[in-house]
Nanobody, 115 residues
């Protein structure tokens, strides 16, 4: 059963940076597209970045140029480098396959952007 564990969140000032990590329980990156999702208070969870099994990355417009998604297949780990953070980036960030495996959601990692 696939499971994910996210880490790296925290409190950061506007304009700051964070690097999130997501550990997967197995070697799945060559099989599945993977995504970083986020859920802000009172809002639905949304997909913000996707990396295909072949390694191509796509971003939603509101993070393009600020966020960079990468992976280390040898470590079964995804990363999300987030720069120029804005208060509206405040959310719990999750990773999962794309489309998601409903039973694989982890606890997520809280990112709070505030002065």
């Amino acid at each position: 059963q696939v499971q994910f564990v996210e880490s790296g969140g925290g409190l950061v000032q506007p304009g700051g940076s964070l690097r999130l990590s997501c550990g997967a329980s197995g070697s799945i990156f060559s099989i599945y597209a993977m995504g970083w999702y986020r859920q802000a208070p009172g809002k639905q969870r949304e997909l913000v970045a996707v990396i295909s099994s072949g390694g191509s990355v796509n971003y939603v417009n509101f993070v393009k140029g600020r966020f960079t998604m990468s992976r280390d297949s040898a470590k079964n780990t995804l990363y999300l480098q987030m720069n120029s953070l804005k208060p509206e980036d405040t959310a719990v960030y999750y990773c999962n396959t794309v489309p998601e495996i409903s039973s694989a959601w982890g606890q997520g990692t809280q990112v709070t952007v505030s002065s």
